[in-house]
C-alpha cells in the first residue's frame, strides 16, 4: 500500500547506509498545554504495513487505539482479534513484516519520556498515542524511513482524528450514549473525554482512557431522556481540534476550551541513532 508521509518531519542530519541500524532511542515530547498521551505503540515495519492512513477510514486496531488507547488484549481483553496485537502478531518479536511495542505509562503535558527500542532491522517506523481527553484523537508518527547513520533527527507530529467517533465531548454524568447500531460504544471500547473538573486525571480502560461515555446525535436532537445518538466522522484526517466550551454542566461540550485546545504540532520526536 502506497505510504503517505503526512506527518510533519525535520530531519537535523539526513543520511542512509546499507545497513539497517538496529536497536535506536526515541524521546517523545507533549507539546500540548493539557493533553495526556495513551501508552505508546511503536512499530518498525516494512512497506507492507500500514498503521494508518489519512483519506481512508480507519481499521477497528486503530479505533481501539484512538478512542479508548487500547493496543493489546493486555489492556482491554474485549478488544482481542480488533485491536493492534491481532493485526501485527506477538510483541517483541519479528513477525516478519513488523516488530512491535507499547511502552505504558501517560506523557503529561510538557513532559517527555525515552526508552530503547529493537527495530529488528526493519525499514520504516511509525508512532501512535491517543490524545486524553478527547473522543477519538491520536498522535502518529506514519511511516518514516529510519536513519542508519549515527546521529540524531527530530519530527514534529500532527494531531488526527480516526473519525470513527462524533467528537461530541460529553460528560456521562449527563449524557446516556446510545450507539447506532446498538453495538456499545462501537465495539471499541470507552473513549477519553474528560469527566467533571478542568484538570481531570486520566483513568479507565486498562488505565489509558478516561472512564467516560460521550455522544452526540448526528442531527444533534436528544433521541430520550439524558440519551443521545452516537455516530461516526468519516476517514483519518487532521483533527480539528476540541470544541469546547467554558461551562462544565451544559452548552455544546463538557470539556474547557480555555484548558485543553491545541495547536499542531502536538508531539516530537526523537530518534538518536548510536554509533556502532
Not at 542530519?13 to 505508546?40: E, G, Y
Not at 513488523?98 to 513532559?111: E, I, K, M
Request: with cysteine; charged share 15%; aromatic share 6%.
Amino acid at each position: 500500500m502506497k505510504f503517505f508521509k503526512v506527518a510533519s518531519a525535520i530531519a537535523l542530519a539526513c543520511s542512509s547506509s546499507a545497513l539497517m541500524a538496529q536497536t535506536i532511542d526515541i524521546q517523545i515530547t507533549n507539546l500540548t498545554h493539557a493533553q495526556h498521551f495513551t501508552p505508546r505503540l511503536v512499530i518498525a515495519h516494512d512497506n507492507s504495513v500500514d498503521a494508518f492512513e489519512p483519506g481512508v477510514e480507519a481499521t477497528s486496531a486503530l479505533a481501539w487505539l484512538a478512542e479508548a488507547g487500547v493496543i493489546d488484549d493486555a489492556q482491554n481483553a474485549a478488544s482481542a482479534g480488533q485491536n493492534f496485537e491481532a493485526l501485527l502478531g506477538p510483541t517483541d518479536t519479528d513477525n516478519t513484516t513488523n516488530t512491535w511495542h507499547r511502552f505504558g505509562g501517560l506523557v503529561a503535558p510538557s513532559t517527555s519520556l525515552s526508552y530503547a527500542f529493537d527495530t529488528m532491522d526493519k525499514p520504516y517506523l511509525s508512532i501512535l498515542s491517543m490524545l486524553i481527553p478527547t473522543n477519538d484523537a491520536f498522535v502518529g508518527l506514519d511511516s518514516i524511513k529510519i536513519p542508519t547513520t549515527p546521529g540524531t533527527y527530530t519530527y514534529m507530529l500532527h494531531a488526527y482524528d480516526a473519525g470513527t467517533e462524533l467528537n461530541d465531548e460529553l460528560n456521562s454524568m449527563r449524557t446516556d450514549i446510545v450507539e447506532q447500531g446498538g453495538a456499545a460504544l462501537g465495539g471499541y471500547g470507552v473513549p477519553g473525554v474528560a469527566g467533571a473538573g478542568a484538570s481531570p486525571v486520566p483513568l479507565g480502560v486498562g488505565g489509558t482512557g478516561v472512564a467516560v461515555k460521550v455522544g452526540f446525535a448526528e442531527d444533534g436532537s436528544a433521541i430520550g431522556a439524558n440519551e443521545v445518538v452516537d455516530g461516526t466522522d468519516g476517514p483519518v484526517h487532521i483533527h480539528r481540534n476540541i470544541l469546547g466550551d467554558t461551562s462544565l454542566t451544559d452548552g455544546a461540550s463538557d470539556l474547557q476550551s480555555t484548558e485543553h485546545r491545541w495547536l499542531n504540532p502536538v508531539a516530537r520526536v526523537t530518534i538518536t541513532i548510536p554509533s556502532s
